[in-house]
């Protein structure tokens, strides 16, 4: 079992930035690959980061590349994503997950364990 929870989400100006931080207790983590997704209103959970097991591969988004920066820390168990830029189109709840595997990957399916996620609203 791994428990996931997500902090740093609230309110921001459009091109604004934001650091979002997700803990994860339980398994090891160093053992799985971790990503970000987020869901808007109305819309459906799209992929945004994931990054391997040690930080050594991650990808992005199209949306997001440039932008968004995702890093682990695996000595706190702790994933972060850095957010700068940030539009209103990209006001959603932002949740983590732990990857089944080692690699990252883009695929939702792929991740079994989630957090409760972390609103983050971007005014225009």
């Known amino acids: 079992q791994v428990q996931l929870v997500e902090s740093g989400g609230g309110l921001v100006q459009a091109g604004g930035s934001l650091r979002l931080s997700c803990a994860a207790s339980g398994r090891t983590f160093s053992s799985y690959a971790m990503g970000w997704f987020r869901q808007g209103p109305g819309k459906e959970r799209e992929f945004v980061a994931a990054?391997?097991?040690?930080?050594?591969?991650?990808y992005y988004a199209d949306t997001v590349k440039g932008r968004f920066a995702m890093l682990r820390d695996n000595a706190k168990n702790t994933v972060y994503l850095q957010m700068n830029s940030l539009k209103p189109e990209e006001t959603a709840v932002y949740y983590c997950a732990a990857g089944t595997v080692v690699a990252a990957t883009r695929g939702a399916a792929e991740y079994a364990y989630w957090g409760q996620g972390t609103q983050v609203t971007v005014s225009s």
């Open positions: 990054t391997s097991w040690n930080g050594g591969s991650t």
